[in-house]
């Protein structure tokens, strides 16, 4: 069969066949029928997580596929498939054949198709336990999200305007506005400093999704007793903040730490799946081969790019 191999960090991925997996305890044989490539796999195959599979090793911690063989699932049964050691402490998704710890395993529905399935547990779940597990957001609430275009960003603008709050999405450039739901009002932040766009805002809840100088101007928006929940830095990983005034605003940031909520991320996993099926929640996702591995790690590292990369064996 075909996996995708790394041999070294920061080596270029490649294609080999490698012996199919056999079933053993504790574990299910999958056939894969897409496999997410996100940042974890990216931050594991430069050598900047804390651990990683010997080398050579097949990346990919999330995945979709179908079961072939096990214990506890029926032959047949889709299935998705995330964490438990994938692709951090042994081979993970990007092949054509899996033996997946059963604990790694979900249920798929049929009405969601095996990329979306294969992409929605980290941005889906995050979303959802940012907004109902650790700011805990109320209806008629003013919610701003930051970087409300990725795949996080725009499922918490989505979530939130469900929850009954008033969303503003912070975005980019104007080319992403026609992106945004209808009910959100939506903010162009430019390439320039972000404080003068933000000027005009005012917040209950920060969600901020992209760090730097974005997170440092929008926490000056949010009302004195007011929240801020921090997901992701792609923007930078370090803030600047004038103490006194801060404190004076009294702000609580509350950081997103999927690791120690992933109970509560499988928790909210039916359901999120249900509204996927059903069309209430929308995630974008561009399909690549698996020859095609090292184009979608180079493309989730773009600044402005939408949804989630996934590779899908070719039959």
């Given at each position: 069969?075909?996996?995708?191999?790394?041999?070294?960090?920061?080596?270029?991925?490649?294609?080999?066949?490698?012996?199919?997996?056999?079933?053993?305890?504790?574990?299910?044989?999958?056939?894969?029928?897409?496999?997410?490539?996100?940042?974890?796999?990216?931050?594991?195959?430069?050598?900047?997580?804390?651990?990683?599979?010997?080398?050579?090793?097949?990346?990919?911690?999330?995945?979709a596929g179908v079961v072939i063989a096990s214990a506890s699932l029926a032959p047949g049964q889709r299935v998705?498939?995330?964490?438990?050691?994938l692709g951090t402490l042994f081979d993970g998704t990007w092949c054509e054949q899996i033996d997946a710890p059963d604990e790694?395993?979900?249920?798929?529905?049929?009405?969601v198709p095996a990329?979306?399935?294969?992409?929605?547990?980290?941005?889906?779940?995050?979303?959802?336990?940012?907004?109902?597990?650790?700011?805990?957001?109320?209806?008629?609430?003013?919610?701003l999200v930051t970087g409300a275009t990725g795949a996080v960003g725009s499922l918490l603008v989505q979530l939130a305007l469900d929850a009954g709050a008033e969303v503003t999405a912070a975005v980019r450039s104007a080319a992403q506005v026609q992106a945004m739901p209808a009910a959100a009002k939506v903010l162009v932040l430019g390439d320039d400093d972000?404080?003068?766009?933000?000027?005009?805002?005012?917040?209950?809840l920060l969600v901020d999704?992209?760090?730097?100088?974005v997170l440092a101007a929008a926490l000056t928006r949010v009302e004195a007793g007011g929240r801020a929940v921090l997901v992701g830095y792609t923007?930078?990983?370090?803030?600047?903040?004038?103490?006194?005034?801060?404190?004076?605003?009294?702000?609580?940031?509350?950081?997103?730490n999927m690791f120690r909520r992933e109970a509560a991320g499988r928790a909210a996993a039916p359901e999120l799946l249900a509204r996927l099926a059903d069309g209430r929640l929308r995630l974008e996702v561009q399909p690549f081969a698996l020859e095609e591995a090292a184009a979608a790690m180079d493309w989730i590292g773009r600044r402005g790019h939408r949804g989630r990369a996934v590779l899908v064996p070719r039959r």
């Open positions: 069969m075909k996996a995708v191999r790394v041999h070294a960090f920061d080596a270029p991925p490649v294609v080999e066949e490698v012996p199919e997996p056999r079933l053993r305890p504790g574990r299910t044989l999958v056939r894969m029928e897409a496999a997410t490539v996100g940042h974890i796999d990216r931050t594991v195959w430069r050598g900047s997580f804390l651990k990683h599979p010997p080398f050579p090793y097949t990346p990919g911690v999330e995945g998705w498939l995330r964490g438990s050691g790694a395993l979900g249920l798929l529905p049929d009405a990329t979306l399935g294969s992409a929605f547990f980290s941005p889906c779940t995050s979303a959802w336990v940012a907004l109902h597990e650790v700011a805990r957001v109320r209806a008629g609430e003013r919610v972000p404080s003068a766009a933000l000027a005009s805002v005012t917040a209950d999704t992209v760090g730097g100088p923007a930078g990983n370090a803030l600047a903040l004038d103490l006194a005034h801060f404190l004076q605003r009294d702000v609580a940031l509350l950081p997103l």
